[in-house]
């Protein structure tokens, strides 16, 4: 069997895995709203551990060694740039998604609450698609020079998959009550990896450098900052015991900081 196929399969296999995740939401009742919230907190914790310690030291990594001294600095450019970027698409999202002003008390609430959390699972399964890509990529790249150097990448990025799935999961599962509809935008997401190595392949092979590698990681790690701070964490505090969603916020932190150092992957 040819590099190229090997290489593409094993990416499409650990495209497939953000599946995985999500089927988490068959356990879970619609109704409980304390476990979505708490998965809401334990997502938050990923995105915020992945953005800090591995896509924007990624990020800075690759501009550094590309442009040096001020490599630091657009990458840190960058990282702020991705935040209020999010911060417009939401606002353009909110716009046209509409808000329901008509209903007043507990179902105007609940019904905002809902229109909004929808939004987030999609903002999230924006960020991660994006992210998705260059990591394809990657194992895509390193499986075409060896593809046993390829595997333990692979299982690096499977391992922290599964998580990020959750986050695009259950804010959507949560908003629309539909368990089929979070499993396809995981699907959907996870493909982006075999997607980024046919494009990057096809495509980008002449344009992707360093520099745009490390722009666009640090892009990233603001948006998946942005996302936490803004949507997951407001939204997992509105439960009673907002200590307990801090615990699980780090819980998730530990969680990734373990699947990342079993596959400890560098890119």
């Known amino acids: 069997m040819s590099k190229e196929i090997l290489s593409l ?3 499409t296999i650990v495209g497939l895995t953000m599946g ?3 089927l988490l939401s068959y356990l879970v009742k619609k109704t409980n709203k304390e476990f979505l919230s708490l998965s809401l907190s334990f997502s938050a914790g990923i995105m915020i551990y992945t953005a800090f310690m591995a896509i924007l030291p990624e990020g800075i990594h ?4 590309g442009l040096g001294e001020p490599g630091y600095y657009i990458a840190l450019l960058a990282f702020f740039g991705g935040m209020f ?3 417009l698409v939401e606002k353009i999202v909110h716009k046209f998604g509409g808000h329901y002003h008509h209903h007043h008390g507990e179902g105007h609430h609940e019904h905002e609450h809902n229109h909004h959390t929808s939004n987030l699972g999609i903002l999230s ?3 991660i698609a994006i992210h998705n890509l260059p990591e394809g990529l ?3 790249t390193t499986g075409l020079k060896d593809i046993s150097l390829a595997i333990p990448i692979a299982i690096g990025v499977i391992l922290h998959n599964i998580p990020l799935s959750i986050a695009i999961t259950m804010p959507i599962f949560y908003a629309t009550g539909s368990r089929k509809r979070g499993f396809l935008y995981s699907l959907i ?5 075999p997607l980024g190595a046919v494009i990057g392949h096809l495509v980008l092979s002449n344009f992707l450098n360093d520099t745009l590698n490390g722009i666009l990681f640090s892009i990233v790690g603001g948006i998946m900052i942005f996302i936490s701070l803004d949507e997951l964490l407001p939204i997992s505090r509105q439960d009673d015991d907002h200590h307990l969603g801090i615990y699980v916020t780090i819980l998730g932190m ?3 900081a373990l699947a990342m150092n079993i596959g400890h992957h560098h890119h």
């Open 9 to 11: 399969g094993l990416t």
């Open 20 to 22: 995985l995740g999500s």
């Open 62 to 65: 690759l501009l550094e060694d």
């Open 85 to 87: 970027l999010t911060a």
């Open 125 to 127: 399964a924006i960020a």
């Open 138 to 140: 990657a194992i895509y």
């Open 189 to 193: 997401v996870g493909l982006c990896q």
């Open 254 to 256: 530990i969680v990734m």
